[in-house]
């Protein structure tokens, strides 16, 4: 079991549950992260309940992304999130030890580095949210009074 760190648990507890969807650039078609450059784009699905996440592409092809990883002398280094291309990242949400409430990632998702891990869905789970709060209803949430 992994568990994401806190500060990628608590931006995935953030978000309200529903279904929001995200365009996000491509380079090779694979998510970049840290880019500023414009590039081709694909859309992610992020499906949230109080329990899990879901992240998928909406074209149905795998998932894979870069983090774009600045450096002081030389050009930036960019480091892939998984091994290899995963159909979806899903989490879930189980009792920590302290009785808590820990963030996972469910098995199948052969993660290359952790921190890379924890800043993708602290990226995804930030623009997720900011949609959210800008009044874009995620699909599936009901209506307040």
Known sequence: MIALDARAANAVADLHP???????????DVI??????????????LTKTPSAMV?????GRALQAEIL????NGPPRRMRV????????RLRCVPGPDGSRCWTVCPGGPIRSQPDLNQLVITIAAFG????????R???AAASA
């Open 18 to 28: 529903g279904i929001v969807r995200l365009s996000v650039p491509l380079k090779d």
């Open 82 to 89: 998984f091994t290899e291309p995963v159909p979806s990242l």
């Open 55 to 59: 992240v998928r592409r909406t074209d």
């Open 138 to 140: 995620p699909s599936g």
């Open 32 to 45: 970049q992260v840290g880019t500023a450059d414009r590039q081709t784009t694909a859309t992610l699905e």
């Open 129 to 136: 949210l900011a949609k959210q709060r800008r009044g874009h």
């Open 69 to 72: 990883h600045e450096r002081e």
